[in-house]
């Protein structure tokens, strides 16, 4: 029995020691576990920045972008705006003369402008051609002379237009101003 007594110690010793080891094993091994957890939390927080990055890098680019095609347009644009007023002053300075032969050239002059108005159009420009005795508007208008009246209802109304003024449809805002005479009651 003595015999036996001693295989029993030596085999519940080897077993407490093998559990032992296991224990540190398993221990060891969720040790590995949760260090692996931190450090894939670490890459997903840092993916998720990177990403977050990524969206904001891509936004500013398109504004960039946008803002570069409007400052290529904008003196092709105001070309386009310089020529249809050389054109607009020649149509209403000569356009009431009798010549048959000055009428041709005056009917093309006009095409040529309606032409410009079209080319204006695909950059998203239209024409604004403001009424006579509307009223005086400085975010639309630009008043170059004041002409003198003695009608108050009258005042601070546009008395004429000497160039038309633009519209910039895409941006929703004034492009160039009108250029008007207003008059301005004296009393």
């Known amino acids: 029995m003595c015999v036996l007594d001693e295989n029993q110690n030596t085999d519940s010793t080897e077993r407490i020691a093998i559990e032992e080891v296991e224990k540190k094993d398993n221990q060891s091994k969720e040790d590995d576990v949760l260090v692996l957890l931190n450090e894939l939390k670490e890459i997903l927080t840092e993916k998720e920045r990177l990403l977050k990055m990524n969206v904001e890098m891509h936004d500013e680019l398109t504004k960039l972008r946008n803002n570069f095609i409007e400052d290529v347009k904008r003196p092709y644009i105001k070309g386009y705006l310089q020529i249809y007023d050389r054109l607009d002053d020649l149509f209403r300075a000569n356009n009431d003369l009798p010549s048959p032969e000055l009428a041709n050239v005056m009917n093309t002059v006009n095409n040529i402008k309606l032409n410009i108005l079209d080319i204006l159009e695909e950059f998203d420009i239209e024409l604004v051609e403001p009424e006579i005795n509307s ?3 400085p975010k639309e208008h630009r008043a170059l002379t004041a002409v ?6 009258k005042d601070k109304t546009i008395a004429a237009v000497k160039a038309p003024g633009f519209y910039d449809t895409k941006n929703n805002r004034c492009f160039r101003t009108s250029n008007v005479e207003v ?3 004296k009393s």
């Open 148 to 153: 003198f009246t003695d009608e108050p209802e």
């Open 135 to 137: 009223v005086f508007n």
């Open 183 to 185: 008059f301005k009651f």
